[in-house]
């Protein structure tokens, strides 16, 4: 029976990462050219995930550059009786909320801008607090992260609404919409966010707490 507070690391005890088993690890030896195995799936086991702020900080680094071109390129031009007329994420908000649909323009404007710049800033904000030994607010800084890892997949509302439409509208001379550049940038912007927060680990958030516990 462990202490009460104990880590994972200070009773030898490591999370497969590949099937989520718990198991023993021997500490002696342990990162120093030895690597332990896991008894259901035979995984190598590591206390952290490996490289994880070197390859968080690539990913987030990434989706901040794609997200500029995201919105100033068009995600969707509508060509109609040989007239085209191409719309970014925020002419199409702001179109949405002259034309009296401001539920779906708030929709639009929230999943599609504020919540991938969102995600940027707050995985930024958490790799720098880890790369500082901050001790500040562990527990609020790990539900950020588990916030921002769960509304990772809801950016991609824009481009859903995309997909739809272009599948849906060849009129041919009357009216075809096709996905525009700034889709592509989009679409990546938040697949890299995603893997960004995958392969985080919100346990380094702990590791220079000392004693606090939440």
């Known amino acids: 029976?462990?202490?009460?507070?104990?880590?994972?690391?200070s009773i030898g005890c490591a999370t497969c990462h590949e099937c989520g088993r718990l198991c023993r690890v021997p500490l002696q030896g342990f990162g120093h050219g030895y690597e332990s195995a896991c008894s259901r799936c035979g995984s190598a086991l590591h206390f952290r995930k490996r490289y994880s702020l070197q390859r968080t900080w690539a990913l987030v680094i990434a989706a901040a550059i794609c997200y500029v071109p995201a919105n100033l390129f068009p995600v969707m031009t509508v060509i109609s009786l040989g007239q085209a007329d191409s719309e970014t994420i925020l002419s199409g908000a702001i179109y949405l909320l002259t034309s009296g649909a401001w539920p779906l323009a708030l929709i639009v404007f929230i999943a599609s801008i504020c919540v991938p710049m969102a995600k940027i800033i707050a995985l930024i904000s958490l790799l720098i607090s880890v790369h500082r030994s901050s001790s500040w607010r562990p527990a609020d800084r790990t539900r950020l992260y588990r916030t921002t890892e769960a509304i990772?997949?809801?950016?991609?509302?824009?481009?859903?609404?995309?997909?739809?439409?272009v599948a849906l509208v060849s009129l041919g001379n009357l009216a075809t919409i096709?996905?525009?550049?700034?889709?592509?940038?989009?679409?990546?912007?938040?697949?890299?966010?995603?893997f960004a927060a995958e392969s985080f680990d919100p346990r380094l958030i702990w590791d220079n707490c000392g004693e606090v516990r939440a």
């Open 1 to 9: 029976m462990s202490a009460p507070g104990a880590t994972g690391i």
């Open 152 to 165: 990772g997949r809801w950016s991609m509302v824009d481009i859903y609404v995309d997909t739809i439409l």
């Open 178 to 194: 096709e996905a525009g550049t700034g889709a592509v940038f989009f679409g990546a912007v938040v697949v890299l966010t995603m």
